[in-house]
């Protein structure tokens, strides 16, 4: 069947630039997963939905970020005022439920470049 | 101090080798253990899964975990060049966060 799929997989835009970033999780998967890998490391938590609320958003690194789940399928996740530093490839997963050791299958990420 | 902490390598290997992955956590709370494999510009895919501590076997791949020593390590035997890729170590705990905290990544290569 279809793994996760998100979209653009690459995406060029400019310092102070808005960027949205779209996530298609597995069609029966109630948890969605927001990641972002940097160069040379894990990918790192941003934010878990279970459904169409945000169960955790611990790992946001400001206020520029946010995500959102409206009819807890697709999720978009939005970064504004875009930085530098936010240049990673951000990875979304998703699994069955949300439960301790539930496996996640991730998408193949999305490249974000800012200059 | 990361929660996991993971050889970043790189590591080189003839083929046919057996080759010895490790990772250390400090979070005695982990109590689900991942190895996934990242080819260049893919996403992570799940190789192997253990609870607690043990050994899982699964074909040329065995992945170990010893709670007391904090300890994950992964195995491949009669390692293969299409085995050349990223692994990852990953964990969580059975409490209320859900979040994988992974390791930086091993980048593995094996030559034919």
């Known amino acids: 069947g279809a793994g996760v799929s998100q979209t653009p997989s690459n995406k060029v835009t400019e310092k102070g630039k808005y960027v949205e970033l779209r996530c298609d999780p597995i069609s029966g998967h109630t948890a969605l997963y927001w990641y972002r890998q940097s160069l040379g490391q894990g990918p790192e938590f941003l934010i878990y939905?279970?459904?169409?609320?945000?169960?955790?958003d611990s790992g946001l690194p400001n206020d520029r970020f946010f995500a959102v789940r409206p009819e807890g399928s697709v999720s978009t996740l939005k970064i504004q005022r875009t930085e530098r530093g936010d240049s990673a490839v951000y990875l979304c997963?998703?699994?069955?439920?949300?439960?301790?050791?539930?496996?996640?299958?991730f998408g193949p990420g999305t490249r974000l470049l800012v200059l | 101090q990361k929660e996991v902490e993971q050889d970043p390598g790189p590591l080189s290997v003839p083929e046919g080798a057996i080759v010895s992955l490790n990772c250390t956590y400090s979070n005695s709370a982990f109590q689900y253990f991942m190895w996934y494999r990242q080819y260049s510009r893919k996403g992570p895919e799940l190789l192997m899964y253990t609870y607690s501590s043990g050994n899982k076997e699964d074909g040329r791949f065995t992945a170990q975990v010893d709670k007391s020593s904090k300890y994950i390590s992964l195995f491949i035997r009669d390692s293969q060049p299409s085995d050349s890729a990223t692994y990852l170590c990953a964990t969580s705990s059975s409490g209320s966060a859900r979040q994988l905290t992974f390791g930086s990544g091993t980048q593995l290569t094996v030559l034919p």
């Open positions: 939905f279970q459904g169409t609320g945000a169960a955790d």
């Open positions: 997963a998703s699994s069955l439920m949300a439960s301790g050791g539930e496996t996640q299958y």
